[in-house]
């Protein structure tokens, strides 16, 4: 059974930093490409970052600079470090795990998904 458990969001003021942890079980992170997925109120899911079974880094445009991904394969986790946090980062962000050969932008593409966890960033 897979399981994708997010932690570290919070309230935090514009320019801040949050750190969101995902833990993974019932999968190995050297198999499975792990993406952190984000949803608004009212709006779609929308691809925040991955990084590969082999290492590689992805993000998205909005996010490029500010954000970076990371994994301990030893302990199955997958951490994004988030700097410069603006009201638009509002959001839920969802750890997400998918059979991939890189990555995928398309949130539908990943198999599992954990409970996600709240990043709220006033201005």
């Known amino acids: 059974q897979v399981q994708l458990v997010e932690s570290g969001g919070g309230l935090v003021q514009a320019g801040g930093s949050l750190r969101l942890s995902c833990a993974a079980s019932?999968?190995?992170?050297?198999?499975?490409?792990m993406a952190w997925v984000r949803q608004a109120p009212g709006k779609d899911r929308e691809f925040v970052s991955a990084?590969?079974?082999?290492?590689?880094?992805y993000y998205a445009d909005s996010v490029k600079g500010r954000f970076n991904i990371s994994k301990d394969n030893a302990k199955n986790t997958v951490t994004l470090q988030m700097n410069g946090l603006k009201p638009e980062d509002t959001a839920v962000y969802y750890c997400?795990?998918?059979?991939?050969?890189?990555?995928?932008?398309?949130?539908?593409?990943?198999?599992?998904w954990g409970q996600g966890t709240q990043v709220t960033v006033s201005s």
């Open positions: 019932g999968l190995t992170t050297t198999v499975y490409t």
């Open positions: 990084i590969s079974w082999s290492g590689s880094q």
């Open positions: 997400a795990a998918g059979n991939l050969r890189s990555y995928s932008v398309v949130p539908a593409m990943y198999d599992y």
